[in-house]
């Protein structure tokens, strides 16, 4: 999970031959976009490193490599975002060349210099980043343009409004199937705030409660667990706060079932494994984002209510709010018109990871954690429950999903921003989601790719969840 700040493009790659004195040194140019223009800085050092900083999109790294780099060939590679810049020294202080991603084509020119381009450049010095602006189905094109995703889609609404929806972009890549604004998008780690809010249906049905200890829960059916998690209790597992390492190891995580109509026993063994790992920290005075937290409070709800957890978070939540679209696995799991994920293939290229093939999804056991789908509409009726604090809990337990137990910013199953936004994010490598409301604003914002390349997608998505919050205010 990353935070609603200004995330942006970046990347570092070893260059296989950069000894020219020529190549050497900081280099800035413009990647234009359709309406969309990016400045760029390009560091090229003697010892053969490079790295990329979009100026105005903030410095997440990607790594990447360079192919060569002399004066008359300068190639990097960066397969984490399919992209690639093919360019020659043309002159003292420039290199030209072409970028490359998503199948496109894009002419890039680097200028020398580190303050900005020179005036004579025909463009201005300084190209500032596209101020905030309602969202409309032109903009979100253009966001999804400059992503480069197959298909970007988001929606919003302000209390008492009506929901507003966007989508650009196509199903698949290699098909001509275009998104529909009532198509299902896969929402990753979002699901972590349903989770803690079925919690909190079965606590105000007498259930469980937050003070529940493991020990207590599952002592019996974990007999290897360390003492450290024996006192750990709900609000510790939802909170991440539990010292619970972030996941098991990815050789043992994929011995379980990608998919499982009734994972239970899975669930049960992983949880297992789980609890028998070192601790990161101290229980409540440590911060460790763990899906294996939010699995093992699967376990405990399967435990208690006797079904499934996709059952009961079925019939405890998505029916009381008509969450008719929700499902587990990828959207188009069942065969249905509905997107696939993608992600950058062995190449570099993007390509598609349809339902049909042997990876759409995280393993079933990772349900509780991420495995969540659903269309942005169903989305934002959600987020509208917590947002208005609907009938469906006390208000005693809406303040207790959205305050974070232990101190920091981490609620249950949400993060809280300092301006009262309570949000979070979701991938499983294919996806790309982030789902926002602010309670005193009255307004909930929502938006989605089907591209697993986080670092480069998350700063689109993120700007078309602010800008949907401006139109749905605007509405």
């Known amino acids: 999970m990353t935070g609603l700040a200004t995330l942006g493009l970046a990347m570092s790659a070893r260059a296989a031959s950069a000894q020219h004195a020529g190549v050497s040194g900081i280099w800035t140019g413009v990647l234009v976009a359709g309406q969309s223009r990016l400045r760029l800085r390009l560091v090229l050092a003697a010892d053969g490193s490079a790295t990329?900083?979009?100026?105005?999109?903030?410095?997440?790294?990607?790594?990447?490599?360079?192919?060569?780099?002399?004066?008359?060939?300068?190639?990097?590679?960066i397969p984490a975002i399919g992209g690639r810049f093919t360019g020659r020294l043309a002159a003292a202080d420039q290199i030209v060349g072409v970028w490359r991603q998503g199948g496109t084509d894009l002419p890039l020119t680097f200028l020398r210099g580190e303050a900005g381009l020179p005036k004579d450049a025909g463009l201005p010095v300084a190209l500032p980043a596209p101020a905030p602006a309602p969202l409309t189905p032109e903009l979100l094109e253009q966001l999804r343009q400059t992503s480069g995703s197959p298909a970007l889609g988001a929606a919003?609404?302000?209390?008492?409004?009506?929901?507003?929806?966007?989508?650009?972009?196509?199903?698949?890549?290699?098909?001509?199937?275009?998104i529909g604004r009532e198509d299902r998008w896969h929402l990753g780690s979002i699901t972590k705030s349903m989770t803690a809010t079925l919690v909190g249906r079965l606590i105000e049905a007498g259930q469980l409660n937050w003070d529940d200890t493991v020990?207590?829960?599952?002592?019996?059916?974990?007999?290897?667990?360390?003492?450290?998690?024996?006192?750990?209790?709900?609000?510790?597992?939802?909170?991440?706060?539990?010292?619970?390492?972030?996941?098991?190891?990815?050789?043992?995580?994929?011995?379980?079932?990608?998919?499982?109509?009734?994972?239970?026993?899975?669930?049960?063994a992983y949880a297992r494994l789980a609890l028998a790992m070192p601790p990161r920290g101290p229980m409540g005075t440590t911060f460790e984002y763990s899906n294996s937290g939010y699995v093992v409070l699967g376990v405990i709800i399967e435990r208690r209510v006797g079904k499934s957890w996709e059952a009961t978070i079925g019939e405890r939540l998505f029916e009381p709010l008509k969450l008719s679209s929700a499902g587990f696995g990828a959207p188009d799991r069942a065969g249905a018109a509905q997107p696939s994920g993608h992600a950058a293939g062995p190449d570099g290229a993007l390509r598609a990871f349809p339902a049909s093939g042997p990876i759409s999804?995280?393993?079933?056991?990772?349900?509780p954690a991420g495995r969540v789908h659903m269309t942005l509409q169903?989305?934002?009726?959600y987020l509208a429950a917590h947002r208005d604090q609907a009938p469906l809990l006390t208000s005693e337990t809406w303040k207790t999903l959205h305050t974070p137990p232990?101190?920091?910013?981490?609620?249950?199953?949400?993060g809280v921003r300092p301006n009262g936004v309570l949000w979070h994010n979701g991938s499983n490598t294919?996806?790309?989601?982030?789902?926002?409301?602010?309670?005193?604003?009255?307004?909930?914002?929502?938006?989605?790719?089907?591209?697993?390349?986080v670092a480069l997608v998350e700063p689109v998505v993120e700007r078309a969840v602010q800008d949907g919050f401006l139109a749905a205010r605007a509405e």
């Open 361 to 367: 999804d995280n393993p079933a056991v990772i349900g």
């Open 406 to 414: 232990f101190g920091g910013d981490y609620a249950m199953g949400w």
């Open 378 to 381: 169903d989305l934002i009726t």
């Open 215 to 268: 020990e207590a829960l599952l002592g019996d059916m974990a007999p290897d667990m360390r003492p450290e998690y024996r006192a750990v209790t709900l609000r510790h597992l939802a909170s991440h706060r539990s010292g619970l390492p972030g996941n098991i190891p990815t050789e043992q995580l994929l011995q379980f079932s990608r998919e499982n109509a009734d994972p239970r026993d899975e669930r049960i």
């Open 52 to 77: 990329l900083f979009s100026l105005d999109q903030g410095s997440s790294a990607i790594p990447g490599k360079a192919v060569a780099a002399t004066p008359d060939n300068l190639e990097i590679e």
């Open 430 to 453: 294919l996806w790309c989601a982030m789902a926002a409301f602010h309670p005193s604003q009255g307004v909930a914002s929502a938006a989605a790719a089907n591209d697993g390349r």
């Open 156 to 178: 919003a609404q302000r209390r008492g409004g009506q929901i507003l929806a966007w989508a650009s972009g196509l199903r698949r890549l290699g098909a001509a199937d275009k």
